[in-house]
């Protein structure tokens, strides 16, 4: 998200994000956001935040992903999208099915790549409009908010304020069931009023899914879709806040607000998963009916009776993002403990196994750094939950014959102190492995509790005081950025275009061998493997240089090396310098099938 926040300020587009953020605060009603979604800087700007998205790669009905408008030109580009905003008719979802942790498979609907870059142009510009409209304790598909938030909640409203009932709801088909009609009501209450706008997004929302325009439902897979799902759950979020939370009597004394008969409950959602938390069973189940109602009416939703569930959390554990919660007894109050869901328990041994399979199949180190990714990215996640250690040696001992019987052929056991990089802090001689070649493998129960917290208001995007907040330091050069995007060959392939302005702020205008800043006008972008040898313009095999060296990298005649030279010379802090520096310029020279430069000895 941090990198989104970098990818706007490239493009000068920052400041208007942050204005109809403040502007949506204010209450005020937007009737004109076409303007912003079709401006050249909101385009660029998705663009590039969508080609660094993983499923880039991945491609539509027609066959399209980011390789393809990475050969538009940026002028072409953007006519593009105006054209088709213009006119807009969605091109068709392809449905793919990917495999659920229970065995199950969840359908996917994935746009075109082109459907895609519109789809982030319009989320780009609705989400800092909608961000202050939403509920503060909705944590899913949310800007600097993640599930680590949604368990802190849920284990503050145990620990202070001493809930141990819980009502965890379960929708049935909620991405598949959303109604087109609520939704665009909802977009429209909450100050989008730009009727162009919200016609196209109803033609988004049926779209043909293997020929079968969709009369309902947004399809997992999408762009905006998570933002619709969100934006249509927040009713839901803020009817339960108003029961106690935000009702007028708390804002005042919530102890007259307890003198009341009302129920004292606070909701909890993450995406489509949410619980309600209460005091007894007799409120929860008042609740469960309330809800499940309100869903009917109001959403056209219906509850999965076989899954939502009331839990009396100082018996039983609370399932929630694959960590199961519970009260327990401790210090004269009841306190909340968690440990890995069962069901992921089980998922987890499956998956080491196959990767010790993979590692046995090809005594390949490469398998072994997938191996420590997968137990790394184990790690990370589950260590929300307080008893991650006890799970994660429960782990170890049942796949501790496995990796012996399996491994023990093809690699060394022992306790390693060096690892791979990225990988360090796991390998301090602590607990027993094997390594394969130089590769040691991740020891499984290497891992603590990482203590959940609270969002951090102060933190925001879309303010200049929260990204303070967030240590963002403010993306300097910004004058030399827009001489470079209003200076360009309008011949440029777009993906040249973006890699440039980008491998020019990454150097922060230094030259990549001199060292020194070089402004715009008197520097040049390098192909590192040239394009006459097959190069290609991705960021990589860029490098900002100044334009002087940069003309003796490829030139025969020595009068022009020597001016190169010459700017390296004056430049360099001493002779060592000066060696450095000629040896990266003879590195760029060999790989454009240049001979060295040698220095004459007098």
Not at 12 to 21: A, C, F, R, T, W
Not at 210 to 229: C, D, N, R, Y
Not at 264 to 286: G, H, S
Not at 359 to 384: A, D, F, L, P
Request: with cysteine; aromatic share 12%; glycine share 6%.
């Amino acid at each position: 998200m941090n990198n989104a926040r970098v990818y706007n300020e490239y493009y000068g587009i920052l400041e208007k994000y942050d204005m109809l953020y403040e502007q949506s605060k204010n209450g005020v009603k937007f009737t004109k956001l076409m303007d912003i979604i079709t401006s050249e800087e909101n385009i660029m700007s998705a663009y590039r935040i969508l080609k660094k998205n993983k499923g880039s790669k991945t491609a539509g009905i027609n066959n399209h992903n980011i390789s393809h408008l990475e050969k538009y030109t940026k002028d072409n580009l953007i006519k593009y999208v105006r054209n088709r905003l213009n006119n807009y008719q969605a091109q068709g979802i392809k449905r793919v099915y990917i495999q659920k942790a229970n065995g199950k498979q969840r359908p996917l609907g994935i746009p075109t790549i082109e459907d895609r870059l519109i789809q982030q142009c319009i989320k780009q510009v609705l989400e800092p409009i909608i961000e202050p409209k939403f509920y503060e304790h909705s944590y899913g598909f949310r800007p600097l908010r993640d599930s680590s938030h949604a368990l802190f909640r849920m284990q503050f409203l145990i620990n202070r304020c001493q809930l141990t009932y819980c009502v965890d709801f379960d929708i049935e088909g909620f991405f598949d069931n959303v109604n087109h009609g609520k939704l665009l009501k909802q977009l429209w209450n909450l100050g989008i009023r730009d009727k162009k706008l919200i016609k196209i997004i109803s033609l988004m929302l049926k779209d043909k899914v293997e020929g079968i325009p969709m009369t309902k439902g947004v399809p997992q897979g999408g762009i905006i879709s998570p933002l619709l799902a969100n934006i249509y759950l927040n009713e839901l979020d803020w009817w339960v806040a108003e029961q106690w939370h935000k009702h007028p009597l708390n804002n005042n004394s919530a102890r007259k607000l307890k003198q009341t008969n009302m129920k004292e409950m606070y909701i909890i959602r993450y995406a489509d998963d949410f619980k309600i938390m209460c005091k007894n069973y007799t409120e929860a189940n008042k609740i469960y009916h309330a809800t499940g109602q309100w869903l009917k009416e109001r959403l056209d939703l219906e509850l999965n009776e076989d899954k939502t569930r009331i839990v009396n959390l100082k018996k039983n554990y609370s399932k929630f993002l694959g960590i199961e919660v519970k009260a327990r007894w401790r210090k004269n109050k009841w306190t909340a403990t968690s440990r890995i869901d069962r069901e992921e328990v089980e998922n987890i041994k499956e998956r080491i196994k196959k990767c010790v399979d993979n590692i046995c199949k090809t005594q390949n180190e490469k398998e072994v750094y997938m191996y420590n990714v997968v137990i790394s990215g184990m790690h990370n996640y589950y260590s929300r939950a307080i008893q991650v250690f006890n799970d994660f040696k429960e782990i170890n001992w049942a796949t501790r014959k496995y990796h012996k019987v399996r491994l023990s052929k093809y690699c060394k056991e022992g306790k390693w102190k060096t690892g791979t990089k990225g990988f360090e802090k796991y390998f301090q001689g602590r607990y027993k492995t094997f390594k394969l070649g130089n590769t040691p493998l991740i020891p499984i129960c290497d891992v603590g509790y990482k203590r959940n917290v609270a969002v951090n208001k102060k933190k925001n995007l879309y303010t200049e005081g929260g990204r303070k907040a967030l240590n963002i330091e403010e993306l300097i050069l910004k004058d030399d950025l827009k001489y470079l995007r209003r200076n360009y060959n309008t011949h440029w392939n777009i993906e040249y275009f973006d890699n440039r302005i980008s491998r020019y702020s990454m150097q922060m205008g230094k030259c990549a061998i001199s060292k020194y800043y070089t402004t715009p006008q008197n520097g040049e972008c390098h192909h590192v493997n040239p394009r006459f040898k097959g190069g290609k313009d991705n960021f990589d095999n860029l490098r900002w240089i100044d334009k002087t060296i940069h003309k003796g990298i490829h030139a025969k005649n020595p009068e022009v090396i020597e001016k190169a030279i010459l700017v390296m010379r004056e430049h360099s802090k001493d002779s060592k310098d000066f060696s450095n520096m000629l040896k990266k310029f003879n590195y760029y020279r060999t790989k454009c099938d240049r001979e060295e430069y040698k220095i004459r000895q007098n």
